[in-house]
T-cell receptor
Framework: TQLLEQSPQFLSIQEGENLTVYCNSS?????LQWYRQEPGEGPVLLVTVVTGGEVKKLKRLTFQFGDARKDSSLHITAAQPGDTGLYLCADDAGNMLTFGGGTRLMVKP | ETGVTQTPRHLVMGMTNKKSLKCEQHLGHNAMYWYKQSAKKPLELMFV???????ENNSVPSRFSPECPNSSHLFLHLHTLQPEDSALYLC??????????????FGEGSRLTVL
């Protein structure tokens, strides 16, 4: 059974700071998705990465996929209070997604 | 209409009650899912329906009973639940899961408390 570990579990930072969160798998990802879940909402897809070494940018968010496709990172530059939420990674293997435990981020004004 | 709508948003029930959660998707998708989100645990897949047929059932206790009458509607019938079943139940849909799930579109969830 594949295990996805996300770190850190919790992160509290001040507005304007940079941060990186990580997602590591016990086996190779089929393809990797990152979601953000804001309080009181369901998760929303941020990005999908498929190719080892791939880098994708979404405004202040930079997603990297490891060369061996077993790890990924999400870097946020100049965090804002609107970035607050639960960041989830998920492996898309067939007709189901396997999720990590998430990183809960709080950005204080 | 929002993409995926869940009702009720909040539900409190006793262990002997019978209740149902409802999910409706307005995206024209072919697959629908129930996930359970508990504190300190990853999102757990409960059921998957593809083209109205159940294709995944992850060893979920029989006190949870899904129903998918058509590709737009999904229900989760609840009966004789336990306090540890208290959680956020998320419904999701995706376009065509036959080769890969692709993007999941989630509802806002139904917060269930079992007393």
């Amino acid at each position: 059974t594949q295990l996805l570990e996300q770190s850190p579990q919790f992160l509290s930072i001040q507005e304007g700071e940079n941060l990186t969160v990580y997602c590591n798998s016990s086996s190779v990802f089929s393809s990797l998705q990152w979601y953000r879940q804001e309080p009181g909402e369901g998760p929303v897809l941020l990005v999908t990465v498929v190719t080892g070494g791939e880098v994708k940018k979404l405004k202040r968010l930079t997603f990297q996929f490891g060369d061996a496709r077993k790890d990924s990172s999400l870097h946020i530059t100049a965090a804002q209070p609107g970035d607050t939420g639960l960041y989830l990674c998920a492996d898309d293997a067939g007709n189901m997604l396997t999720f990590g435990g998430g990183t809960r981020l709080m950005v204080k004004p | 209409e929002t993409g995926v709508t869940q009702t009720p948003r909040h539900l409190v029930m006793g262990m002997t009650n019978k209740k149902s959660l409802k999910c409706e998707q307005h995206l024209g998708h072919n697959a629908m899912y129930w996930y359970k989100q508990s504190a300190k645990k990853p999102l757990e897949l409960m059921f998957v329906y593809s083209l109205e047929e159940r294709v995944e059932n992850n060893s979920v206790p029989s006190r949870f009973s899904p129903e998918c009458p058509n590709s737009s509607h999904l229900f989760l019938h609840l009966h004789t639940l336990q306090p540890e079943d208290s959680a956020l139940y998320l419904c999701a849909s995706s376009q065509d899961p036959r080769q890969s799930t692709g993007e999941l579109f989630f509802g806002e969830g139904s917060r269930l408390t079992v007393l």
